[in-house]
């Protein structure tokens, strides 16, 4: 009973808020003058008073609470000039106003307080990195583009096994466990083939919010982390665009008002349209021959196309589409396709009269993956459904109160075979259907965010209570010290097998209900996956342009669902008699992650610079034997800095260096002839020939050696009119060489590398 004790929390919390005297609220949005976009994480406040707030990722500011009279309305932002406006508070009167703030002339040489920084004395902020399109620029590039994909690659917690077909592990958590939302849509796979790109174009991110553990309730489904992504909308002033190329690819953005925005107007519409391309297979023939006489086998394309309804009152419905498709072509080890598309729209209502902010998003998206792999069975999966979500915010001075809604229905189509030529299929369709509610007090120092979830899964006739709590305390006006956790749990299993040489295969499967019906020697009470979360950290302010962030987890993975790799029996009743390992397709496994993460940053004017250092371990146990999956990586650093210079700052230095000690990996012992006995015990074994048959040792016994590689990026802007802008970059991969393991062959007996040094160089216009 225990863990449902904090649901009496929300009632003595929220309860005591709905008492007040007499006051009232001031409401809005906060845009920039020049494009109409929000301008986000914006301080907002009134002079000479306490009362203030940031904006959020659409612009919005709300301050309630408020006593009857005259104040200044002020806005401050770093980069911006500043604004104030003369406001008058009324009792239970609610005014909104919308604000237009213009880029700054002048380059302030003192210290500006950011509203990030405040942020974090006024929000909980536990296992969170919120990434803005101006981080993301601050790594060095491929090519002339930064990339989200590159970005994450750095984050405190995040594991990237590889260049070539690798993927990204959160604090112990693989792809599976890992919800990606586009405003609000489900993507299945963000990341291309080749690890240095996702499917997002950064010029048309607004903001990216990262969770590596400890999530509130309004997010679940997944039991290890959340990418929340938002879009910015088309510019509302003037129509404009950005083409680029590269030796990787090109990129095209157009964008516009189809209705102008204009201060104190009825609204605008305005549209984004954004298309990339890779062509790297066909330019590395020329350009990078050393490499592979036969070219780098990646080509990827992406299209995103927006349009943005805007209300007077700061109201907004969005509508948009996406295609994602990747291509792969490894001569040696397997031919790859897989295709994503969707549809969506999310709205954001401001009610006249009333201190309610609603958010509502709906959208469908389907993804398609096929392998073929040389002298293997094929394998593919499928995966499309629809997801809706409503949710209502209430501002209550310094706190706040959201619940909502949340439901997705989705199909699961997979076809597979394990490594000892065993049959695996599952079509399914199944639904999910979730209520969420989640406070924010402020109690002095002490911010106190508890959140509850109930999450019904249909296939599996399941219902996953979640309690949730995030926690801060700000000690000193320097140091906090803060606290996530909570329950989570998830349908989705992986349709990845344990033993791929390459990782490039990454389907869906739905949560089954053949599984073993005990587990270690207990009986199976649930077909969910679940985990625990418990996280614990604190924040100190080295100096106003220093901050430390340290952070300790551990994610008790309480229940796993995993493809059966040890299949050898089919699941009948002539097999009555064997063990529910070798004739289940599924089996069940438990484990942790558990570490910490220290990250040190330092932003001030023209310089940038990151430090990150993450010690982590991930265990699992499938019932007969502990191992260590193939992404679990001990120690992680990553070094980052940026410099722009120059009389008119139009140059741009940074750098990256990342370390990694070695993956597990599963030895070869031997080889010998296996029969394949395609008559059962009808077949002659005198007189078929066999295959090769592998002999390995325990799974993922063996550890590969350590990972280190350092890039640079070297930019220069030409300024060529008032609004066009011409950006040359040149980029080196891999600048001392380095021969990183990408796998090894075991047929062949040959080790094969990831990316060695790599130039590349690329141009942008923006006009």
């Known amino acids: 009973m225990k863990k449902y004790s904090i649901i009496f929390i929300f009632i003595f919390c929220i309860a005591s808020q709905f008492v007040h005297a007499q006051t009232g609220s001031v409401r809005g949005f906060v845009y920039d003058k020049e494009t109409g976009e929000p301008c986000i994480f914006t301080n907002v406040y009134l002079k000479g008073t306490k009362y203030g707030a940031a904006t959020d990722v659409d612009g919005y500011f709300n301050m309630t609470r408020i006593k009857p009279g005259a104040y200044v309305l002020a806005v401050s932002y770093l980069g911006y000039d500043s604004l104030s406006v003369s406001i008058k508070i009324e009792a239970d009167r609610i005014i909104t106003k919308k604000l237009y703030i213009k880029k700054s002339a002048i380059m302030l040489e003192e210290s500006v307080v950011s509203a990030e920084r405040q942020e974090m004395k006024t929000e909980i902020r536990t296992s969170i990195v919120k990434v803005t399109p101006k981080e993301i620029k601050q790594i060095p590039t491929v090519g002339s583009e930064p990339d989200l ?78 990418m929340d992504i938002a879009t910015r909308d088309g510019n509302k002033r003037r129509q404009t665009g950005k083409i680029s190329t590269s030796t ?63 209300a007077k009152n700061g109201s907004k419905a969005n509508f948009f589409g996406f295609n994602f498709s990747d291509r792969v072509r490894y001569q040696a080890v397997s031919d790859l396709n897989w295709n994503s598309y969707g549809i969506g729209s999310n709205f954001l209502v401001v009610p006249t009269g009333s201190p309610v902010l609603i958010k509502a998003n709906m959208s469908y998206s389907k993804y398609l993956i096929t392998l073929e792999e040389y002298d293997q069975y094929p394998r593919q999966s ?49 639904t999910e259907l979730a209520g969420f509610i989640k406070y924010k007090q402020t109690i002095g120092k002490l911010l106190l965010e508890p959140g509850f979830r109930i999450q019904w899964y249909a296939s599996l006739s399941a219902v996953s209570p979640e309690p949730r709590l995030g926690l801060k305390y700000n000690l000193t006006d320097k140091l906090r010290l803060k606290f996530a956790g909570g329950l989570y749990s998830q349908n989705l299993i992986a349709a990845n097998s344990d033993r791929d040489v390459v990782n490039l295969f990454y389907g869906f499967l ?77 089996i069940i496994e438990t484990g942790s992650a558990y570490g910490v993460d220290f990250l040190l940053k330092y932003d001030y004017k023209r310089t940038y610079f990151w430090a990150v250092y993450s010690l982590g371990y991930v265990t699992r146990y499938d019932g007969t034997m502990d191992y260590y999956p193939h992404f679990d990586r001990r120690h992680n650093v990553n070094l980052v800095a940026s410099r722009i210079f ?70 220069r802007k030409f300024y060529l009119s008032t609004n066009s802008v011409l950006e040359a970059t040149v980029s080196v991969t891999n600048i001392y060489n380095r021969s990183n393991i990408f796998y090894f062959d075991r047929i062949k007996h040959e080790r094969v590398d990831q990316l060695p040094f790599m130039p590349s160089a690329g141009l942008s216009l923006t006009f």
């Open 510 to 586: 739905s949560g089954s209900e053949d599984l073993p019906k005990e587990f270690d020697g207990k009986t199976v009470k649930t077909k969910l996956q679940k985990s625990q979360h418990a996280i614990f950290g604190f924040e100190y302010d080295l100096t106003n342009k220093i901050n430390v962030n340290v952070e300790s987890y551990i994610k008790d993975n309480i229940q796993l669902s995993n493809i059966n790799r040890n299949k050898i029996y089919e699941d009948n009743a002539d097999n009555a008699d064997k063990p529910d390992y070798l004739k289940k397709d599924y």
């Open 646 to 715: 120059g009389a008119d700052m139009n140059w741009e230095f940074s750098t990256r260096w990342n370390l990694g000690s070695g993956f597990p990996f599963t030895q070869t012992l031997g080889f010998y002839e296996q029969v394949p006995f395609e008559d059962g015990i009808s077949t002659d074994y005198t007189y078929i020939n066999g295959v090769l048959g592998v002999i390995y040792a325990g799974l993922n016994e063996g550890r590969l050696p350590y990972y280190h590689r350092l890039d640079m990026t070297v930019k």
């Open 149 to 226: 994909a590159q970005y994450l690659q750095v984050l405190p917690g995040v594991i990237f096994t590889g260049d070539q077909g690798g993927q990204l592990y959160i604090r112990g958590g693989p792809p599976i466990q890992n919800k990606v939302l586009l405003d609000g849509m489900v993507i299945y796979n963000p990341f291309h083939s080749i690890g240095l790109f996702s499917v997002f174009d950064s010029d048309i991110l607004r903001n990216a919010d990262i969770y590596t553990g400890g999530f509130g309730a309004e997010f679940g489904g997944r039991i290890s982390s959340i």
């Open 248 to 310: 990787f690819g090109s990129k095209l953005l157009i964008e516009g008002p189809l209705q102008k925005a204009k201060e104190n107007s009825d609204g605008s519409i305005s549209y984004i349209l954004s298309g990339k391309t890779s062509y790297l297979e066909q330019s590395s023939k020329y350009l990078y021959t050393y490499i592979d006489t036969g070219g780098l086998p990646f080509n990827f394309t992406d299209l995103y196309a927006k349009v943005s309804f805007n």
């Open 382 to 430: 499928a995966i499309n459904g629809f997801n809706f979500g409503l949710t209502f915010v209430y501002f209550l001075g310094k706190n706040e109160l959201n619940y909502g809604l949340e439901t997705l229905g989705f199909k699961t189509d997979f076809n597979f075979y394990n490594y000892v030529g065993r049959h695996l299929s599952q079509e399914e369709n199944t």
